[in-house]
Structures are given as C-alpha cells and as structure tokens.
C-alpha cells in the first residue's frame, strides 16, 4: 500500500525506516526536492512582501526601475501559464503564481508614486490586461507557446538589467529591499535542484540557473553599495 501525501510518495522512506535502513539516493531525493518544491511556495508568497513595505514606509520608489517590473510581471505571467500547460506537479511551479499577484501589486504601487503615469504606462498596462487571461488560459498555438517560454529567458534578463545598470549608474540601490532579493536569489538556487528531480524541461532549469546569476548580481549590489552608508551612519553617531 502507498502512502502518498500532497504528491510526496512516503512508501519508500518509511519502508527503509521501517526496516532499520536510512533511505537510500534514488528513494531520498525526490521526498526532498517536493519537500523543497512546496517550501519554496510557501515561501513565495511574502518574498515581495519587504519590497512593498519598504516602498509603503518611506513613500519613495528612489532608485527602482519601472520597466523592469514591468517586464518581471510579463515574465512571471509566461512561465505560469507554461507551467499549467505542460502539466508540471503544483510544487514545481506554485511559487510563480504568487510571485505574480505580488509582482502586480507592486507594479501597481510603483505607477502610485509614478504620479503623473505616461500615456504609454497606461497602454502597456492595458495592454497586459487584454492578453494576460488568453496566455494563463493557454489558448494560443502550440508553436507560439513555445517561442512566448523561450522568449520569457530574455524578458527576466532584460527585466533585471535596467534595475542593476540603475544600480551600478547611481552607486545606489535605493529603496530595493535586501530581504526580497536574498529569497529570490535563494528561491533560484533551490529551484534548480527541485526541476531536475521533477524532470522539468531543461528550459524550465536553465531560467533558475539565470535567476541565480542575475538575482545574486543584484544582491551583491545591494551589499557593496550599502557598506559605504552603513560606515558614514556609524562616523556620524
């Protein structure tokens, strides 16, 4: 008899332990990476959460880039809608959908301290609005699907590379939040290890591996900009 629960086949664990064993790699690994999976949707839905805090707390969108959470929406939108399509388990992909009702919040509080928004703010904005339901529902050709998921790889780079050259440009972060950009960063790492054991497709991988590159990219600006500041704080006092 199986003992399966949220998808986590138990039967091979508690019949090693059962028998005195310690589970061998091939019955180990896959409870791990769907224990992993479901931690990582767990903790996906607070991961923007400081973002919007420290946005909220002082006001200010100083130093954030709004293209780039722009494109992070879009990005975020193609991927879970690639996700539900191939069928993948809820573990391997469930971070993406509140990752996105986030990403669209704070979008939403960025265009607030936007004030006044563009003409062509609001029509991308629009624009969104009008495709989003038809990509997460799927109903586009097979080919385009496919071209939209290889496409979503160049959406994340391209949504990072604006906040990081902002970064570098004003040797400042500004109201970027430390704790965000650590679990995302720590998020890709993670779901690297758990798509190779769901067997994802290896565009589904490759995105974490790019996540890790481009999220500790940013982390480490958030570290080196902020040591100077710390140190004047401390002279001062």
Known sequence: MEMVI??????????????GHFPEKHCLLPLISKILGYCIVAASTTVKLPQILKILKHSSIRGLSLIAFELEVVGYT????????????FSAYGELAFLLIQAIILVAIIYYYSQPVGATVWIRALLYCALAPT???GQIDPFLFEALYASQHAIFFFARVPQIWANYKNKSTGELS???CLMNF????VRVFTSMQENA?????????LGIFLNGTILSQILLYQKPAAKKEKKVQ
């Open 6 to 19: 949220l998808g986590m086949n138990l039967t091979c664990v508690v019949g090693s332990l059962a028998a």
């Open 186 to 189: 720590a998020g890709s790492m």
């Open 178 to 180: 430390f704790l965000t």
């Open 135 to 137: 990509v997460l529902a």
């Open 78 to 89: 193609i991927a879970l809608s690639y996700c539900l399509h191939k069928g993948l388990p």
């Open 201 to 209: 497709p290896t565009s589904v991988i490759m995105g974490s591996v």
